[in-house]
């Protein structure tokens, strides 16, 4: 039982070391404002983060996903939905910059392409994570 409740706990260390090791360097010339949200994904699955932007401020919004897991779409939306920066596997970006006018939430969908049916049967699961930095 003790090895089943450390697993989650194993997964999300990996996942930080992960995004401290490969993701932190691309967030420069911003500095990280210790904003961490990760997920264990496999391929097909999705996410959402909502997060709070503040008026004023400019902001990088970096989005690194495990090269496992292939180019993982996301995309940055407002609260009615309408999608404000958007990364595609055909045209994929890892950050975006921006300064908001107003103080508002926005949400950080994510997507895993599904994987291809060919080759093992095994179930890929990589760390996505999702930093947040500000001048």
Known sequence: ???LLALPVAAQAQCRSFAKNKCMPAMA???FNET???AQLAPG???QVDLTFYSGQ???LLVCAHPILGNVSWHLADASGKVLFESTPAAPKDHFDFKVATTQKLS???AVPKADQ???NLLTVGCVAILLGYK
Do not use: D, K, W
């Open 1 to 3: 039982i003790v090895l």
């Open 29 to 31: 010339p911003y500095q």
């Open 36 to 38: 961490f949200n990760s």
């Open 45 to 47: 699955e999705e996410a």
């Open 58 to 60: 400019e902001y990088r």
């Open 108 to 110: 950080v969908l994510l």
């Open 118 to 120: 060919g080759g093992n």
